[in-house]
């Protein structure tokens, strides 16, 4: 778990958010909100089943915490584009590591001559093995209006990933995001981070791993 403290921050993060006032103070305070809105899941983080108590959305299963931000972001969504649909919330480690497995058996279908190692890291620019997707959270849900990779509008895309802020959302895996999150861009991967955390990440044009980084140092 991320340890937020005032005094470990430094100066500039402060001076950084000069033009979102009121926002800085909510993003750096430590307290136990913060902890479950920013934890981490990814492959150098990697969490055991965490159980959250889920509550139904739709097709989906999400954080009971979390469930008028998920409503409201997908009604706003929705009035952007009516194809938008939800595709992916709250997943076991179970069914994680089957979804993952099914992955790799594809892309050796795909492509005979790759050994399972070639297709593993293929398979890991979009998804993550067991223990390490945040969709174990319940705070990540896949939402878009086409079920395949990165083929949504651009302008559909953009819209969508600007409004998500006001609903505590981040897109997770921006187009400048790959180096430090070490997955390719997706324009359906969306995050719960609270709202002041995802309006900071967001004007800053972080990850959540920077964002993170930064925070600790
Ligand atoms: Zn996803």
């Given at each position: 778990?991320?340890?937020?403290?005032?005094?470990?921050?430094?100066s500039?993060?402060?001076?950084?958010?000069?033009?979102?006032s009121?926002?800085?103070?909510?993003?750096?305070?430590?307290?136990?909100?913060?902890?479950?809105?920013?934890?981490?899941?990814?492959?150098?983080?990697?969490?055991?089943?965490?159980?959250?108590?889920?509550?139904?959305?739709?097709?989906?299963?999400m954080?009971?915490?979390?469930?008028?931000?998920?409503?409201?972001?997908?009604?706003?969504?929705?009035?952007?584009?009516?194809?938008?649909?939800?595709?992916?919330?709250?997943?076991?480690?179970?069914?994680?590591?089957?979804?993952?497995?099914?992955?790799?058996?594809?892309?050796?279908?795909?492509?005979?001559?790759?050994?399972?190692?070639?297709?593993?890291?293929?398979?890991?620019?979009?998804?993550?093995?067991?223990?390490?997707?945040?969709?174990?959270?319940?705070?990540?849900?896949?939402?878009?209006?086409?079920?395949?990779?990165?083929?949504?509008?651009?302008?559909?895309?953009?819209?969508?990933?600007?409004?998500?802020?006001?609903?505590?959302?981040?897109?997770?895996?921006?187009?400048?995001?790959?180096?430090?999150?070490?997955?390719?861009?997706?324009?359906?991967?969306?995050?719960?981070?609270?709202?002041?955390?995802?309006?900071?990440?967001?004007?800053?044009?972080?990850?959540?791993e920077?964002?993170?980084?930064?925070?600790?140092?």
């Amino acid at each position: 778990m991320v340890q937020i403290s005032n005094s470990t921050v430094p100066s500039s993060l402060s001076s950084d958010t000069s033009n979102n006032s009121g926002d800085a103070q909510s993003v750096l305070q430590t307290d136990s909100k913060s902890d479950w809105q920013l934890v981490l899941v990814n492959l150098n983080n990697k969490k055991s089943e965490m159980n959250p108590k889920l509550v139904n959305i739709g097709n989906i299963q999400m954080d009971a915490r979390i469930q008028k931000n998920v409503e409201d972001f997908f009604t706003a969504a929705k009035a952007v584009d009516p194809k938008v649909h939800l595709i992916s919330g709250y997943r076991s480690v179970e069914y994680q590591s089957h979804l993952f497995s099914s992955y790799v058996q594809q892309t050796m279908t795909e492509n005979p001559s790759w050994t399972e190692a070639q297709a593993t890291s293929e398979v890991m620019t979009y998804s993550q093995p067991s223990e390490s997707s945040e969709h174990e959270t319940g705070l990540a849900m896949d939402m878009s209006t086409v079920d395949s990779l990165n083929q949504e509008d651009p302008n559909v895309a953009s819209q969508i990933a600007a409004i998500a802020p006001r609903y505590g959302f981040i897109l997770r895996f921006p187009t400048w995001g790959q180096k430090s999150t070490g997955i390719e861009y997706e324009d359906w991967h969306f995050r719960y981070v609270g709202e002041a955390n995802a309006k900071y990440i967001t004007d800053n044009h972080l990850t959540l791993e920077e964002f993170l980084d930064k925070l600790s140092k």
